[in-house]
């Protein structure tokens, strides 16, 4: 014969599990969409710094800037995700240009 209180514990323990392995998971979860966040901004900042150095290549070759990121990815081989990024340039007669990376999304990217 079982008593009443051996079952209590049981159900005590198993709740207690249910709890730790839920808070585990949304850690988990938390922690890898941070490190999915971060490779973004990562990929981003890599993407303008491409553009500038192709914008900067594109002066030192041709004594102008770039007009806009369609003459680089003609002409200086860059390369990305249309999907994934709207890349806007700015310019303003021939001083170097402001460039812009931006995910797609409306989101900015965090300035550093």
């Known amino acids: 014969m079982r008593r009443k209180g051996s079952r209590h514990v049981q159900l005590r ?3 207690i599990t ?3 392995f839920a808070v585990t998971t949304l850690v988990l ?5 941070q490190v999915d966040e971060s490779s973004e901004q990562q990929q981003a900042q890599a ?3 491409a553009i500038m150095r192709a914008t900067l290549t594109c002066y030192a070759v041709e004594g102008r800037y770039p007009t806009s ?5 003609e ?12 890349v806007v340039i700015d310019s303003f007669g021939n001083m170097l240009p402001d460039i812009r990376v931006l995910p797609m ?3 900015l990217l ?3």
Not at 29 to 33: E, G, I, P, Q, Y
């Open 110 to 112: 965090d300035e550093e």
């Open 29 to 33: 979860v938390f922690a890898l969409s």
């Open 105 to 107: 999304g409306g989101g």
């Open 69 to 73: 990121v369609q003459y680089l990815r």
């Open 47 to 49: 993407l303008e710094s």
């Open 13 to 15: 323990g198993l709740v």
């Open 75 to 86: 002409n200086y081989g860059i390369v990305y995700n249309e999907d994934k990024y709207i």
């Open 18 to 20: 249910a709890l730790a």
